[in-house]
């Protein structure tokens, strides 16, 4: 995710950083340019239409379908965002619930068991960070290291790792239960926060697993094409090959529009703007190992 300070205009209007949608939208808008061009040289110097030519009011079309595409895209981004920003809550609440997980054993664990200690220090925040690799890649497997927990090597890393960690977790708390070191209170209270682990996994999941329906994605981007597709028809009458330009900047604003949708609206990935899932597992882990 990128830092920045919204105060500085400056930055914004004459710096170019790779999340910027004009660099994966140069090979269009140079296509639409040449295609307007191609447009006004043939309506102002092949056919010389006069300003009466019917062609003039498609721009009657254009103005009734305006309002229309500026609703579909303002829905679109907002969907979007609101994903986003979903799971910008569910690592939030990751956050929380390490904590207290971490600091309800630190008071029920003696000082001086330095076993279940650090099975915890290093398992609770294990979870996040597996659960980083899980969303960003299915197919990355993580290397867990046998030799100062044995008990890891239970894991089968062919299946949900996540859900293995869990399970990890919640078998210690009920050994701990059987060994009277966890009493019956403390055991439903552990227990509901090793529950709240599943449920980011699994909100996280739904959104991972779950974009935007295909046919609206698929229409939108067609209606966006064929609209500015039709602009330099009536345009040029008014604008001659002044529209080049104006439609080019036209397509940039509402193609921008539908790419910065299509990166957000996946805050799991390694796009730019995507969650820094990796550096809140990485805080998790420090503020564990701080507490017990």
Known sequence: MITYNPKDWFSFVFRFHKADTLRTLVPLILGISVYTALIAFLELEVLKLSQGNYLKNISLMNNLLSFVISMLLVFRTNTAYDRWWEGRKLWGALVNNSRNLAIKMNAILDATDE??????????????????????????????????????????????????????LLKRVYRLNQEGIVS????????????????????????????????????????????????????????????????????????????????????????????PTQKIASNIKKHVQEIL
Not at 206 to 222: A, H, M, Q
Not at 235 to 257: K, R, T
């Open 115 to 168: 076993g279940n200690r650090a099975f915890f220090r290093r398992v609770i925040p294990m979870y996040a960070n597996v659960l980083t690799r899980h969303l960003g890649e299915e197919s990355t497997r993580l290397a867990l290291d046998d030799k100062e927990h044995p008990e890891l090597g239970e894991l089968d890393h062919a299946k949900h790792i996540p859900n293995q960690v869990a399970a990890l």
């Open 184 to 275: 019956g209170d403390q055991l439903i209270t552990l227990t509901a926060e090793l529950q709240s682990f599943t449920d980011v996994c699994g909100a996280c999941e739904r959104i991972k697993n779950t974009p935007i329906p295909f046919s609206y994605s698929v229409f939108l981007k067609k209606f966006i094409f064929f609209y500015v597709m039709t602009l330099p028809l009536s345009f040029v009458f008014s604008l001659g090959y002044i529209a080049i330009p104006v439609v080019a900047f036209i397509f940039y604003v509402l193609a921008s529009l539908e790419l910065i949708a299509e990166e957000i609206e996946d805050p799991f990935g390694n796009d730019a703007n995507d969650l």
